[in-house]
């Protein structure tokens, strides 16, 4: 396991890059799936590394408590060397519940997480919906709890969701999501 911390490719009050990826669901999801929303939260992740397995009850609890936000999952590791995070064993991990949050997607060509510039998993993007246009308000941790038996005390995200539906604009400090490196393919 190679620790790996999120960098700045896309900076604040960048628009998301458009995507379609296969999900969980069997169906292909496109940004125009979520213009409904006030939020989208994407967040590069996957079945098999400790950090994003810790993150997976936080993303759960996020989904069901915020209606107005879509909470997107995206693997983007090679599957071919870890297979554990092939489309297969995602759709497990939604069927037995283990995963909850509203969608699960795979960017098998791994574009999806170079254009956004995801380095770890996880490693959340927070959009605010402003027509069909997604609009990059915070990228950095869920929240302080950094390694995976750690329990947090603040949490980041649900602040920055909390200011973003009040329209206000969140005045903490970012910190870096911290975890496995994305698998890149050779």
């Known amino acids: 396991m190679v620790l790996s911390e999120s960098n700045e490719v896309l900076k604040i009050g960048s628009e998301a890059p458009a ?7 069997g169906n292909q999801h496109t940004l125009e799936d979520f213009v409904y929303y006030k939020l989208l939260l994407v967040c590069f992740t996957c079945n098999h590394c400790p950090y ?8 759960n609890e996020l989904a069901e408590e915020y209606s ?8 983007s590791n090679d599957m071919e060397a870890y297979p554990e995070d092939s489309l297969e064993m995602m759709t497990e991990w939604v069927e ?6 509203d969608y699960y997607l795979y960017d098998g060509d791994q574009t ?6 995801a380095e770890c998993t996880p490693d959340p993007f927070l959009f605010v919906v402003k027509g ?3 609009v990059l308000v915070y990228h950095g941790r869920l929240d302080d709890a950094t390694n995976p038996d750690d329990v947090p005390k603040k949490h980041e995200m649900k602040e920055v969701i909390d200011a973003c539906l009040k329209g206000k604009k969140w005045k903490g400090t970012v910190s870096p999501s911290i975890g496995c490196g994305i698998k890149w393919k050779e």
């Open 19 to 25: 995507f379609k990826l296969i999900g969980t669901d």
């Open 52 to 59: 994003a397995q810790a993150k997976i009850p936080v993303l």
């Open 68 to 75: 107005e936000m879509a909470v997107v999952g995206i693997s």
């Open 96 to 101: 037995s519940g283990k995963i909850s949050y």
């Open 112 to 117: 999806v997480a170079r254009d956004y510039g």
């Open 132 to 134: 069909s246009k997604f």
